[in-house]
């Protein structure tokens, strides 16, 4: 994002800062229908959809921690993103299979190179009865380029020069430069909708536990204890049947411990949750409380290099440090063997939409760095390391964690570096990624990075010059260049040749380390089913297909 949004927190979602994020990097076997992933001892699959339920009066749902807020505009974190998935709407929608489709936006079309124009659906109510317009769409986009309101995705509004009214029932988005990305982020929140009379009366009070939010989603907000749990309500005049919530009620209780957390499943307290603790698996995978779900997902676990001034500026010392990691047996050791090293700073299947030609060769195309202690220590040596010091930033998260932060120092020390391990309380840890004065000192940190498009340009426009994610404030004209290529080319070729060509600079040059990818987790209690599991579920209203199980 960039740099000057100061108020911009630093995609918290992705950081993992308490520690039940690590459900996203283990699995276990399960017997859950799906595409096998994995085989031997360590074996999981990745299961599309669970079996669909019947209508259900109400079901509980784990969250490891309480939104600061539920206004679209702040929600950039895994809490608030899954309570709102199933109670406002997009333009677009991402569906669980990571493919784009048609939300409140009938249709769309790219008249022009820097042009999008919207069709409003029709027979559309918010929550409070009123009638969606093109006036409400308008208001919600705008906010984004507000800096009063401060956006958190100010970011893919970047490009943008104007949201105007331009029929009835149609908003046309002007941008000042083509951006290929653009009409992708509609599909999360950047292109969510509510009430311009509702944003106007609520003000800064928006999305608070008193006001809530008025959209158009299968469920409404109903309550908000603050320190307890969130209610929503199914919205009986929900404009699309086929995702009509089939339960009358969904609560979210705040559950920030994680023991707690796999007790309530265990005990039946909460019927199911996200982002499964990993050392839970021993004891869920067999449990008679339910059952465990892995799906897709986009999130690759990296290490941060946030200075690029000291013994970490030469691209060579990157290398070898890579090349010293041992990130087979990061996930052996980290996430019960389930996984895979990541071989870019993104998932494959971020690839989806690019042409086959582009996705054939890009194993091709990148720079591998095999396991070899001996071979890095040459090339850092070459390099000239000899003793320096780096810092490596930590917090008291979980075992995978530390894990992953002995496995970093281990490799830092192989090479000749002298690592030191600073470690960090959660709260201070989650500086790092808004406040660089916090990053000051700090060589390398760990962050768990997931797109939110079906788009590597996701992950790679933030390392563009002067983005806000762009922690280290790494600089490389050639890959601003084919990064910016990428987002003007006007043909799907283009933008993934470009983009390919972005992703190998990355890796030639590594302004952060890739560790390693793993699927989505999900608990379902033996009382309800239906979800699809998949990264997903931070836009799409997962909770609404979720029923009683026959």
């Known amino acids: 994002m960039p740099a000057a949004r100061s108020r911009r927190p630093g995609r918290l979602r992705r950081i993992a800062l308490v520690g039940a994020v690590t459900a996203l990097f283990a699995a276990t076997a399960c017997n859950g229908g799906g595409s096998p992933a994995k085989s031997g001892a360590n074996a999981y699959e990745l299961t599309a959809k669970t079996p669909p339920g019947a209508p259900i009066d109400s079901f509980t749902w784990s969250l490891f921690a309480e939104p600061a807020s539920i206004d679209y505009a702040y929600a950039f974190d895994y809490p608030p993103n899954q309570i709102l998935a199933n109670v406002c709407e997009s333009l677009l929608r991402w569906n669980p299979d990571l493919t784009t489709s048609p939300g409140l936006a009938s249709s769309f079309t790219n008249p022009t190179p820097t042009s999008w124009v919207y069709e409003i659906r029709a027979g559309v109510r918010f929550h409070d009865g009123t009638v969606l317009t093109a006036d409400d769409v308008v208001a919600s986009l705008r906010r984004n380029l507000d800096p009063e309101v401060g956006s958190y995705w100010a970011h893919p509004y970047r490009n943008v020069q104007s949201v105007d009214k331009t029929g009835p029932m149609q908003v046309t988005v002007t941008l000042k430069t083509p951006d290929s990305t653009f009409n992708k982020y509609l599909a999360a929140s950047p292109g969510t909708v509510e009430s311009a009379a509702t944003l106007a009366k609520a003000g800064k009070d928006y999305g608070n536990p008193a006001k809530g939010v008025n959209c158009t989603g299968p469920f409404s907000f109903s309550s908000w204890t603050a320190g307890q749990s969130l209610v929503l309500k199914r919205f009986d005049d929900y404009w699309n049947p086929e995702l009509k919530a089939k339960s009358g009620q969904v609560k979210f209780v705040f559950l920030p411990d994680a023991t707690t957390r796999v007790n309530a499943f265990q005990t039946g307290e909460v019927d199911g949750g996200w982002m499964v603790p990993a050392n839970s698996y021993g004891q869920l995978r067999n449990t008679p409380a339910g059952k465990l779900y892995f799906g897709q997902n986009t999130t690759v676990a990296d290490e941060v290099v946030g200075n690029l001034q000291g013994a970490l500026g030469d691209a060579r010392v990157r290398q070898a440090l890579l090349m010293a990691i041992d990130r087979k047996g990061i996930v052996d050791a980290g996430v019960g063997g389930v996984g895979d090293v990541a071989k870019s700073l993104v998932t494959d299947n971020t690839w ?199």
């Open 352 to 550: 989806n939409t690019a042409p086959g030609s582009v996705r054939e060769g890009l194993d091709k195309t990148i720079p591998a760095y095999p396991y070899d202690v001996a071979k890095a220590k040459a090339l850092a040596t070459e390099a000239g390391v000899n003793g320096q010091k780096i810092v490596i930033a930590t917090s008291p998260l979980d075992s995978q964690t530390t894990i992953i932060t002995q496995a970093v120092s281990q490799a830092a020390t192989a090479i000749g570096l002298k690592p030191e391990i600073e470690t960090l309380s959660p709260e201070k840890y989650s500086t790092l990624f808004t406040d660089p004065a916090a990053r000051k000192g700090i060589d390398l940190f760990l962050t768990f990075w997931y797109t939110s498009i079906t788009d590597p340009l996701d992950m790679y426009g933030s390392l563009q010059t002067g983005a806000f994610s762009n922690y280290g404030s790494w600089s490389n004209p050639e890959f601003d260049n084919v990064v910016n290529q990428a987002l003007g080319a006007p043909d799907p070729a283009g933008q993934a040749a470009a983009a390919a060509q972005a992703q190998q600079i990355a890796l030639r040059e590594l302004p952060w380390l890739p560790l390693y990818t793993s699927p989505v987790s999900v608990f379902l209690g033996k009382r309800i089913t239906g979800v699809q599991p998949s990264i997903a579920y931070l836009y799409y209203p997962w909770a609404a297909e979720i029923g009683a199980k026959s």
